[in-house]
């Protein structure tokens, strides 16, 4: 199993930045994919950034520009720096790992516990 660990998220003011903070432990494969997804209450959860198997990332297009992912491969880490904050970004955030298992056949889907992200003044 895979155990994902948040942490970074807070009450901060519009305008205003955050660092989000996963850290993944566990059965890993060496060829995985992660990522933050968010969902907002009354909305269904949304991609926010994902790397890509060819090293780029993708990021959600309400808050592209506003978003840098970085990832340390020998910790196991990721981070979301989150600039320039709405309400509208108010939200739980999950951090997400992805990986296929080759044989016998299986797609694994991990998420983290979330960690709320509130802007308002």
């Known amino acids: 199993q895979v155990q994902l660990v948040e942490f970074g998220g807070g009450l901060v003011q519009p305008g205003g930045s955050l660092t989000l903070f996963c850290a993944a432990s566990g059965n890993i494969f060496e060829r995985h994919l992660m990522g933050w997804f968010r969902q907002a209450p009354g909305k269904q959860r949304e991609l926010v950034a994902q790397?890509?198997?060819?090293?780029?990332?993708t990021y959600a297009d309400s808050m592209k520009g506003r978003l840098t992912m970085s990832r340390d491969n020998a910790k196991n880490t990721i981070s979301l720096q989150m600039n320039d904050l709405k309400p509208e970004d108010t939200a739980v955030y999950y951090c997400?790992?992805?990986?296929?298992?080759?044989?016998?056949?299986?797609?694994?889907?991990?998420w983290g516990q979330g960690t709320q992200v509130t802007v308002s003044s």
């Open positions: 790397f890509t198997r060819t090293g780029d990332t």
């Open positions: 997400n790992l992805k990986q296929r298992r080759s044989y016998p056949p299986r797609d694994f889907d991990y």
